[in-house]
T-cell receptor, first 114, second 113 residues
Framework: DAGVIQSPRHEVTEMGQEVTLRCKPI?????LFWYRQTMMRGLELLIY????????DSGMPEDRFSAKMPNASFSTLKIQPSEPRDSAVYFC????????????FGPGTRLTVL | AQSVTQLDSQVPVFEEAPVELRCNYS??????LFWYVQYPNQGLQLLLK??????LVKGINGFEAEFNKSQTSFHLRKPSVHISDTAEYFC???????????FGTGTSLTVIP
């Protein structure tokens, strides 16, 4: 199994631009999570999906952030417009049982907004 | 409500010395506990987990942790660390009734040659 795949690994953009981060979960996993990691705030859960449906988006910082999961094998996290304070590492994770099982993390996307 | 506290943000230790990384949790329900490791520029990977049964849990790379319900702790230990253990370590709590994992703020372990 290839594990959780994220792209791009690094993204540098200018303030005001749209940014789209992509994630492919492990096949058969029906939960998908988006996290953000910064030095100041640590690891924060932004949103999670079950069977492609968003279940809890209370961690999404503001309306500039949106996430979709059009099918079981693909999810996107979009920031529009981006701001310098959005600079962080964004992780995608998946698992079969959100309350019990191990979460498998992707390698992350390091986003820098200038 | 559930929460996880990692008491030490940074732990320096000499190579081949023992180490303990502390984790305390608060929860009103039965919990499942996890330790993850994050090597530089990588994602998190599971070290070990406690779901039920024996309170002493053994994980990868020689790490182990002990679930102590009375003290609400799940400290991570290794009897002899290597340079390659230098990483960030995260404690996490979950349960059947929760809708997410709760991660601690992380402990940065630095192994000194």
């Amino acid at each position: 199994d290839a594990g959780v795949i994220q792209s791009p690994r690094h993204e540098v953009t200018e303030m005001g631009q749209e940014v789209t981060l992509r994630c492919k979960p492990i096949s058969g996993h029906d939960y998908l999570f988006w996290y953000r990691q910064t030095m100041m705030r640590g690891l924060e859960l932004l949103i999670y999906f079950n069977n492609n449906v968003p279940i809890d988006d209370s961690g999404m910082p503001e309306d500039r952030f949106s996430a979709k999961m059009p099918n079981a094998s693909f999810s996107t996290l979009k920031i529009q417009p981006s701001e310098p304070r959005d600079s962080a590492v964004y992780f995608c994770a998946s698992n079969r049982d959100r309350g019990l099982g191990e979460q498998f993390f992707g390698p992350g996307t390091r986003l820098t907004v200038l | 409500a559930q929460s996880v506290t990692q008491l030490d943000s940074q732990v320096p230790v000499f190579e081949e010395a023992p180490v303990e990384l502390r984790c305390n949790y608060s929860s009103s329900v039965s919990v499942y506990l996890f330790w993850y490791v994050q090597y530089p520029n990588q994602g998190l990977q599971l070290l070990l987990k406690y779901l039920s049964g024996s309170t002493l849990v053994k994980g990868i790379n020689g790490f182990e942790a002990e679930f102590n319900k009375s003290q609400t702790s799940f400290h991570l230990r290794k009897p002899s660390v290597h340079i390659s253990d230098t990483a960030e370590y995260f404690c996490a709590v979950s349960s059947r009734s929760m809708n997410q994992f709760y991660f601690g703020t992380g402990t940065s372990l630095t192994v000194i040659p």
